[in-house]
């Protein structure tokens, strides 16, 4: 199910990342896209249990976005210009420039499936946690 989230965009009232994150399996990148030791490229579900776990005494990311390097290639890759390293990802923004895609995808490939990603590709985080550069 989605709800009207307060900055004005469409927002799932179940969150995979999140429920990644409270589990300690990752933490966020500046377009939102979580980051685990396998990189960012994945696909994540969950499935809720009344059933006590064993912990499995992993180090967990303290910081919400502790595996961002913050090395920028994402906000290069957006082709909206919705992020950046003050406001990080602006979901109007990105929402937005999706939108804009429908016609063209209805018209030159009679589907109603659209979407980006850009920024979760081709990135250094793609593929596992990128190595933080000692800032000169």
């Not at 502790?66 to 992020?83: F, K, V």
């Given at each position: 199910t989605?709800?009207?989230?307060e900055?004005?965009?469409?927002?799932?009232?179940?969150?995979?990342?999140?429920?990644?994150?409270?589990?300690?399996?990752?933490?966020?990148?500046?377009?939102?896209?979580?980051?685990?030791?396998?990189?960012?490229?994945?696909?994540?579900?969950?499935?809720?249990?009344?059933y006590?776990?064993?912990?499995?005494?992993?180090?967990?990311?303290?910081?919400?976005?502790?595996?961002?390097?913050?090395?920028?290639?994402?906000?290069?890759?957006?082709?909206?210009?919705?992020?950046?390293?003050?406001?990080?990802h602006?979901?109007?923004?990105?929402?937005?420039?999706?939108?804009?895609?429908?016609?063209y995808?209805?018209?030159?490939?009679?589907?109603?499936i659209?979407?980006?990603?850009?920024?979760?590709?081709?990135?250094?985080?793609?593929?596992?946690?990128?190595?933080?550069?000692?800032?000169?």
């Amino acid at each position: 199910t989605y709800a009207k989230h307060e900055k004005g965009v469409w927002a799932s009232t179940w969150s995979h990342r999140h429920m990644l994150f409270a589990s300690g399996l990752g933490s966020f990148g500046l377009s939102d896209g979580f980051i685990n030791a396998r990189g960012k490229a994945m696909r994540c579900g969950s499935i809720i249990v009344d059933y006590k776990l064993p912990s499995d005494a992993m180090e967990r990311p303290k910081d919400p976005y502790e595996y961002c390097t913050e090395c920028g290639d994402c906000i290069e890759r957006c082709p909206a210009g919705a992020i950046s390293f003050e406001t990080r990802h602006d979901k109007r923004k990105c929402y937005a420039h999706v939108a804009s895609t429908v016609p063209y995808i209805r018209k030159n490939y009679d589907i109603d499936i659209y979407g980006c990603g850009l920024c979760q590709v081709s990135v250094s985080c793609s593929s596992g946690i990128p190595v933080k550069k000692i800032k000169s």
